[in-house]
Nanobody, 121 residues
């Protein structure tokens, strides 16, 4: 079980920026996956950006070019830089992990944070 705590959400006008952070702890293995997901009320949860065990980064089509996922050098903080926010980006953003061991690009996200709200108007 991995502990994930998101922060950095808030309310911002369209065109603005936010930087979300996820403090992660409790990893047993060095090979694991981390990612950001989001969900708007009444809509399906969607993947925003993920980092696989081999370092492969994947972005959802709707956010590619505006969102940037990264990990701190100590690998215990996951970040999501969000630029050029749009109203349709509004939703609850969740940090998630596959605690591993994982290999290649395969991830099965099982551990989730409480989420942080992003509201764009």
């Amino acid at each position: 079980h991995v502990q994930l705590v998101e922060s950095g959400g808030g309310s911002v006008q369209a065109g603005g920026s936010l930087r979300l952070s996820c403090a992660a702890s409790g990893f047993t293995y060095n090979s694991y996956c981390l990612g950001w997901f989001r969900q708007a009320p009444g809509k399906e949860r969607e993947g925003v950006a993920t980092i696989a065990a081999d370092g492969t980064i994947s972005y959802g089509h709707s956010v590619k070019g505006r969102f940037t996922i990264s990990k701190d050098k100590n690998n215990n903080t996951l970040n999501l830089q969000i630029d050029s926010l749009k109203p349709e980006d509004t939703g609850m953003y969740y940090c998630a992990a596959d605690p591993g061991p994982t290999y290649g690009i395969s991830c099965e996200f099982s551990d989730w944070g409480q989420g942080t709200q992003v509201t764009v108007s």
